[in-house]
């Protein structure tokens, strides 16, 4: 006969393990209104006239009273697993993070993140018609059209209005957790969903742990860390030491404020070198104000130096307050050293606050280097040691794909281990410029264990900024220069810009390739005639 020790000691253990998983819970945070952004509507950026203003309201708070810049963005992500499809067919396994909002959009090729208008709308097919696994695939593969964009599995929260029923009930954030899963689990992504945030903004970023179904012996945490991106709090930084770190079944929504422009990638920081390597990096970049402003960029300038978050003056500038003394060494973008008068056409986009025009372009593509080791995907899977020390990359990817699925439009899908296809790899990697146009190659090599190198034949790629800095001297002289290959590290990023505006030499219909010349990294694996290129079309 048993003791009853050896009887009741496993039924504990198992209402103990109910216990903590009934504690999780999914919940997604996109207020539509905050302190600093108090109006009812802060789906549009307003225009920029000239830095916000601030006034100490009644509660002891700093309130805008002047210039509210900016807007309310959001965006949900999952941390999980995954499979994606190599150029050569081979099927890999993946540590990912995929998007639980903006679908419709990360399909397309888009950023993810949503106002909160967009975000906090509940799925129009309801408990009828709910989301299905491996949606979106799932639904255009039956012939349907996707179109939400809203937090997958958001629904009025009817305990908030005592059961009197979901019509009536709030939003609040509260999420079904059957939605998220079917959506959320094996939906990894590489790369990482894309994020895209303008100067001034408030990002609401909310990361659920749905767990990795591959490797149920894995408890594994998850964070979001925003690369190199002036985040002002190390809470939100996603590093775990400093900050916290989201178990399965739970939900966390970081908060930042985007003060400087620029292109940055995040990934997760529990233990970086097995995740990153195993896909969990993306990108996110930071529009400039500059886009918003109305009349002369020069002028424009002249305001955003008024902004002591981001002010980088000299003397004689004429802003306010003035500076007697040389700007601080590591000011990234002081006034133009040639006065001006190059006007906000309306048509174009600027990478950077270049308060010239200098950085203008017409379309911009997101280009992440990521390589990766197959054997290390393997054992991950496996359940067998990784060997760190003996990484290899072998296959090598831009925005996720390795020739010839780089020049593949549209999302690529894979079928996981649930039997639903997944859109593993949404982003295409085929850059189009318009007949006499620019394009703005966002580059970031998300690679952990190789240097990168891409080259342009027949279009000189412009080299305006690097790590998110404008190349620029503190005498405001611009330090752009052509080039026709460029080469990171794991953690760099530069922006460059493809000029085609010369239509003798860049006809219509014509076609060049991005590149590396690094033999070995054009490959699959073992086989030849693969990895990082790409075509660059003129349409």
């Given amino acids: 006969m048993k003791k009853a020790h050896q009887v009741w000691l496993p039924i504990l253990f198992v209402c103990f393990a109910t216990v903590a998983a009934s504690a999780q819970s999914f919940r997604v945070q996109c207020p539509a209104t905050t302190i600093t952004h108090p109006a009812a509507n802060n789906d549009l950026e307003p225009a920029y006239s000239g830095p916000t203003q601030f006034t100490q309201g009644v509660n002891g708070y700093m309130v805008p009273s002047g210039n509210v810049n900016g807007a309310i963005k959001c965006q949900q992500i999952s941390g999980g697993d995954g499979y994606a499809t190599m150029g050569d067919g081979t099927q890999t396994y993946m540590f990912s993070f995929g998007p639980l909002s903006g679908l419709a959009d990360i399909i ?12 906090n709308t509940v799925y129009p097919g309801g408990t009828a018609n709910p989301l299905q696994p491996g949606d979106p695939a799932t639904t255009i593969n039956n012939g349907g059209l996707f179109t939400y964009n809203g937090a997958v599995g958001l629904v009025p929260d009817v305990d908030a209005n005592n059961g009197a029923g979901a019509a009536s009930a709030k939003l609040t954030g509260h999420v079904d957790p059957r939605q998220m899963l079917d959506v959320g689990v094996m939906n990894g992504n590489i790369p990482a969903p894309l994020m895209a945030i303008d100067e001034d903004d408030e990002f609401f970023l909310t990361l659920s742990n749905v767990g990795m179904i591959m490797r149920p012996d894995l408890f594994e945490q998850h964070t979001v860390h925003f690369h190199g991106y002036p985040n002002a709090s190390s809470f939100y930084d996603g590093v775990p030491d400093a900050s916290v770190a989201i178990n399965i079944g739970g939900s966390f929504t ?11 990638f995040w990934h997760c920081h529990i233990t970086p070198p097995e995740h990153l390597q195993m896909g969990m990096v993306g990108q996110i970049y930071v529009r400039p104000r500059q886009n918003r402003v109305i009349g002369s960029l020069s002028s424009g300038l002249l305001n955003q130096q008024g902004d002591l978050r981001t002010a980088c003056r000299r003397p004689g500038d004429g802003a306010t307050p003035s500076v007697s003394t040389a700007p601080d060494i590591l000011c990234s ?10 006007s906000n056409d309306g048509t174009h986009k600027y990478a950077y606050n270049d308060g010239d025009g200098s950085t203008a372009y017409d379309i911009e593509y997101p280009i992440q280097i990521h390589g990766f080791d197959p054997n290390f995907h393997f054992v ?14 072998k296959y090598f990817l831009l925005n996720g794909r ?15 281990a649930d039997g639903a296809s997944h859109f593993s790899q949404p982003l295409p ?13 966002r580059i970031s090599d998300l690679d952990v264990t190789e240097y990168q190198t891409l080259a342009s034949l027949g279009i000189p790629m412009k080299v305006i900024a690097i790590n998110a800095k404008l190349l620029r001297d ?36 014509s076609v060049f390739y991005l590149y590396t010349p690094n033999l070995d990294h054009l490959s699959n694996d073992a086989e030849n005639f693969g990895g990082l290129m790409t075509e660059v079309r003129i349409n």
């Avoid at 390795?402 to 996981?416: F, H, I």
């Fill in 108 to 119: 397309a090729g888009r950023p993810g993140t949503q106002s909160p208008s967009t975000f």
């Fill in 254 to 264: 970081y908060y930042y404020l985007a003060p400087d422009a620029g292109t940055y």
């Fill in 380 to 393: 991950g899977m496996t359940f067998n040691p990784e060997g760190f020390a003996d990484m290899k990359d």
């Fill in 429 to 441: 990697s085929i850059i189009n410029i318009p007949v006499g146009g620019k394009a703005l190659l």
């Fill in 402 to 416: 390795s020739y010839p699925d780089t020049v593949t439009a549209g999302p690529m899908q894979t079928q996981s």
């Fill in 474 to 509: 503190q005498a405001g002289n611009n330090l752009y220069y052509n080039t026709n290959s460029i080469t990171l590290a794991g953690g760099e990023s530069l922006d460059v810009i493809l000029d085609a505006s010369d239509t003798a030499k860049y006809p219509a219909r």
């Fill in 333 to 342: 973008n002081p006034m133009p050293a040639v006065a001006t008068s190059a």
